[in-house]
């Protein structure tokens, strides 16, 4: 017997529970009015007494480490209780069920209890992956001081095998990741700020309903693009492109850049801000516009002087938010940025992100105490601890701004 | 009782003449009574009809608007007053659904012409909204706003000059000139309708378009903008759309009656609010329906 089997009987049970409720109410009702319709009686049995043994079961597993385990064949006994638990309620509930019983209302504080534990889980789970990144990181910490990790500009993480081994030793400096993430987004948001910006404004302000019918879904397929896709976009198409038009300018470009993959990711990210400023630039209310327009301004010095102005902390917001994408995005970027951990501002040049080195580190046979796997926790931290600035920055904006025009 | 009477009356009356108030669709087809005509017209409209998509919102309509005068457009909600109003500058040429008829002469040029230059008409025929709208600029820059697109001003001084006779004459320098890189949104809402009349008469228009600019203020704001209007006459034409008859009354020297599309009467105001021509204005004016 195993778990899944109890959960099947569980249901079986609070399904036979279900219709015995109902039946009792069903008789109950021939003498008197009931408080609820009959099927919430039937939902009451059924609810209490298969969450009753839910609960035990789970109860069982959280404290079974600590205790159960001494005792022989103690899997059996979890069999035994869940159903003992289950009995017990369905019994305690079904007695229960008289004309005064308020089953609907207790029904509804079930469903409002089950939907609350669900927006919970989200929650409990972000934590908990958090709280995990902060152990190993902590693991990571001890042998390499964090100073030597955010300040060092050397980043080779291989480890020794063997003390006598040459050549090797481990060098955990992030700061060559960090600027490679940043250069990448930095060309990424050249592109996709500019050109998302003007596309939105460009939807927003002079395209005809039609157009924008026909336009904006096409530019919301950009986002649905699998990253993998834009990857091999940028090696194939865009790396070659990039490096045979230095080599007309006679500039050695390698045939990895941080310039090929900013230039597809920012593509890739083109949709999210024009999508943002689209929202945000038609939120400016229409009487603005009109002022503006009613003393002769034309189109685009609206768009210029009150437009604009009034939606600048939305699209900050909105830009902002997209910058948290560049630098979490990690597909397009080991696909065409490389693998090199060079300290460089040079687009030519390939460098390295933090998303690709914590892949690198966790790919392949690992053992999961080495500093080197640990150092992709590390990095995860800091990358985490960005992003979540970021956003919270770019939330904060973003929803000053909606509260200014309602 | 005898008021009951009298409505029953009334009704019978314009059933008879095939006239329900109530029904939006009906549009009648009437010519306009009073007195359309002023001896030195500054606008001229001849037979303007105004359509939203298949939707008649404003049947033929002709009236002069004079030099130095205010003229009050009142009527009930939807008649067409905003709808009127905005064609006097073009303003409806941003909705798309709108397409607008017939001909309608500022000063001898006809405004409705495809190839006239809608900004200079716009900088010609100044509008104030119903609904105070400064920029989300400082109270300084709103002003300038427009002096500064049409390129009025040469140089710093000569800006200043156009923003400070601006507040002035909108009657809101002295409440404002010690704070004037405050953001315009700051100020109350009276103030700041006063804002965007300052900011349509730094930009020297010839006339001033105002549609309903008081509904959204109270009573004292309200005066203060009443007062300003009838002063800004000596210098400006005012067409003004409102709803509260008593300021037609108070600041017009002639008012036009709209109804259901329809330019009903038009005449110098006394007379409107005296001895009405036509039973719909009698009635709307005595307060019948609105
Ligand atoms: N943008 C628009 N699109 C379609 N119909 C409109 C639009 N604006 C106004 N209308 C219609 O035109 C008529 C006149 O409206 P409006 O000029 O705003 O009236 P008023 O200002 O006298 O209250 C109304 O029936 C209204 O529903
Ligand atoms: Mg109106």
Not at chain 1, 92 to 109: G, M, P, S
Not at chain 1, 110 to 132: D, E, N, R, V, Y
Not at chain 2, 42 to 66: E, L, M, P, T, W
Request: proline share 4%; with cysteine; glycine share 6%.
């Amino acid at each position: 017997m195993n778990l899944s089997i109890i959960f099947f009987i569980i249901m079986i049970l609070g399904v036979s529970a279900y219709f015995a409720g109902l039946k009792k109410s069903l008789v109950l009702r021939n003498d008197k009015k009931l408080n609820s319709t009959p099927s919430y009686y039937g939902s009451i049995l059924a609810l209490n007494s298969s969450l009753s043994a839910i609960f035990f079961i789970i109860l069982w597993f959280v404290i079974e480490k600590n205790f159960i385990t001494q005792l022989e064949n103690y899997r059996n006994y979890l069999y035994l209780f869940t159903l003992v638990a289950f009995l017990i309620s369905s019994i305690l509930t079904y007695k229960k069920i008289k004309h005064e019983f308020k089953a609907r209302d207790n029904v509804e504080k079930i469903i409002k209890i089950l939907l609350f534990a669900c927006s919970s889980l989200a929650i409990l789970i972000t934590i908990g992956i958090f709280l995990s990144v902060i152990f190993e990181s902590n693991r990571f910490f001890n042998t390499i001081p964090i100073t030597d990790f955010l300040f060092g500009t050397h980043w080779s993480p291989q480890m020794p095998i063997r003390e006598d081994q040459v050549g090797s030793s481990g060098a955990f400096g992030a700061v060559p990741l960090f600027t490679g993430t940043f250069l990448i987004a930095f060309i990424a948001m050249c592109i996709a700020g500019p050109i998302g910006l003007m596309s939105a404004i460009y939807l927003s302000e002079y395209a005809s309903k039609k157009t924008r019918d026909i336009v904006k879904p096409l530019t919301e397929i950009l986002a649905g693009i699998p990253t993998v896709v834009y990857g091999f976009f940028a090696v194939i198409v865009v790396a070659p492109f990039i490096r045979n038009t230095g080599e007309e300018f006679g500039l050695a470009i390698a045939s990895e850049s941080a310039l090929a993959a900013g230039l597809v990711m920012g593509i890739m990210i083109i949709p999210f801000v024009s999508s943002i400023s689209d929202d945000v630039i038609n939120a400016v209310p229409q009487n603005l516009k009109d002022g503006s327009l009613g003393i002769g301004a034309t189109k685009s010095e609206t768009i210029k002087k009150v437009i604009i102005p009034a939606a600048l902390p939305g699209i900050i917001g909105g830009l902002l938010l997209a910058v948290s994408r560049a630098i979490g995005e990690t597909m397009i970027v080991v696909m065409a940025a490389g693998m090199s951990a060079n300290l460089t501002a040079n687009p030519f040049e390939a460098v390295t992100t933090v998303t690709v080195q914590i892949v690198i580190l966790l790919v392949g046979d690992q053992e999961f105490d080495s500093p080197k796997t640990l150092a992709a926790f590390a990095l995860g931290l800091v990358l985490f601890f960005m992003t979540l600035i970021l956003n919270y920055i770019a939330l904060h904006i973003v929803r000053k701004y909606r509260e200014q025009y309602e | 009782m005898y008021n009951d009477n009298f409505m029953t009356e009334k009704n019978i009356e314009m059933a008879d003449k095939n006239f329900d108030v109530n029904d939006q669709s009906t549009v009648d087809n009437e010519e306009t009574v009073g007195e359309i005509h002023v001896g030195d017209p500054r606008i001229v409209a001849k037979n303007v009809d105004v359509h939203y998509g298949d939707k008649i919102a404003i049947n033929n309509v002709s009236i002069d608007i004079g030099k130095n005068e205010v003229l009050a457009m009142i009527g009930p909600s939807g008649c067409g007053k905003s709808t009127f109003l905005r064609c006097l500058n073009r303003m409806n040429d941003t909705i798309d659904s709108c397409a607008v008829k017939g001909e309608l002469y500022l000063d001898k040029e006809n405004i409705l012409d495809k190839k006239i230059d809608v900004v200079s008409l716009r900088a010609k025929v100044g509008m104030v909204f119903q609904k105070p709208n400064p920029f989300p600029k400082s109270i300084y820059e709103n002003v300038a706003y427009g002096a500064k697109i049409h390129g009025m001003a040469k140089n710093k001084a000569e800006l200043d000059e156009i923003v400070f006779k601006s507040l002035e004459r909108a009657g809101l320098f002295q409440e404002v000139k010690d704070r004037l890189d405050s953001p315009g949104t700051s100020l109350s809402g009276g103030q700041q309708q006063r804002l965007c009349i300052a900011r349509t008469i730094a930009v020297s228009p010839e006339v001033i378009l105002m549609d309903e600019p008081c509904s959204a203020l109270d009573p004292i704001a309200t005066a203060k903008v009443e007062e300003l209007i009838y002063e800004l006459k000596e210098n400006f034409t005012i067409v003004i759309v409102t709803h509260a008859m008593q300021q037609a009354a108070r600041v017009s020297q002639r008012t036009a009656y709209f109804h259901l599309g329809n330019l009903v009467e038009v005449g110098p105001t006394e007379k409107i609010f005296t001895t009405p021509i036509h039973k719909l204005t009698e009635s709307y004016i005595t307060g019948r329906f609105g």
